[in-house]
């Protein structure tokens, strides 16, 4: 079974800061997607960055970017010049796909960026 | 574009009442997905379906249940409501496999 770990509960920052949010994941797999979603207090969920497995190169959006290690099953998200309208849950989400697709979520990281 | 529409929003339901949420996913994705989200449980995957078949179940009991239309809308049906029952419902579409899914802004359930 594949598993998602986020072990940071939260997480503070000062705005314009940079932060790294953590994520290790486990499977056996070789193809897979992985994927930030990020849940602000009106609670929709809304993707952040997304990395396929095969693709070495990190991924990158605007001020977000990944460190993707596959070998280690790591998958770190880093936030630069942090705003406050960052401020969310920060969810890490793995996803196979075997004629099918189902999001195995981690358990999330509350992310506080103050002024 | 319009983005993935759930409704309602919120609902308060007894324990033993059934409900239905409803998702209209965004036009042209035709793989929908359901998730419960709770603060103990946290997200967990309900069903998958893809051109009215579900191709996919996670670990809940029998009294939940959903389906797919011809137009990819969905509907979720929870029968025999539990307390436990009580959570938010987010529905989720995307256009292809590992495009990365659009969620809609859920279903707050309370079961009292």
């Known amino acids: 079974a594949q598993t998602v770990t986020q072990s940071q509960p939260e997480m503070s920052v000062q705005e314009a800061e940079t932060v790294t949010l953590s994520c290790t994941y486990d499977t056996s797999e070789n193809n897979y997607y992985l994927f930030w979603y990020k849940q602000p207090p009106s609670r929709q969920m809304i993707l952040v960055i997304r990395?396929?497995?095969?693709?070495?190169q990190n991924a990158t959006e605007n001020r977000f970017s990944v460190n993707f290690q596959k070998a280690a099953k790591s998958f770190s998200l880093k936030i630069s010049d942090s705003q406050l309208g960052d401020t969310a849950m920060y969810f890490c989400?793995?996803?196979?796909?075997?004629?099918?697709?189902?999001?195995?979520f981690g358990t999330g990281t509350r992310l506080l960026v103050s002024p | 574009k319009a983005g993935v529409t759930q409704t309602p929003r919120y609902l308060i339901k007894t324990r033993g009442q059934q409900v239905t949420l409803s998702c209209s996913p965004i036009s042209g994705h035709r793989s929908v997905s359901w998730y419960q989200q709770t603060p103990g449980q946290g997200l967990q995957f309900l069903f998958e379906y893809f051109s009215e078949t579900q191709r996919n179940k996670g670990n809940f009991p029998g009294r939940f249940s959903g389906r797919q239309f011809s137009n990819s809308r969905s509907e979720m049906n929870v029968s025999t409501l539990e307390l436990g029952d009580s959570a938010l419902y987010l529905c989720?579409?995307?256009?292809?496999?590992?495009?990365?899914?659009?969620f809609g802004s859920g279903t707050r359930l309370t079961v009292v």
């Open positions: 989400a793995f996803m196979l796909t075997m004629g099918f697709q189902k999001l195995v």
């Open positions: 989720a579409s995307s256009f292809t496999t590992g495009d990365g899914y659009t």
């Open positions: 990395q396929e497995a095969y693709k070495q």
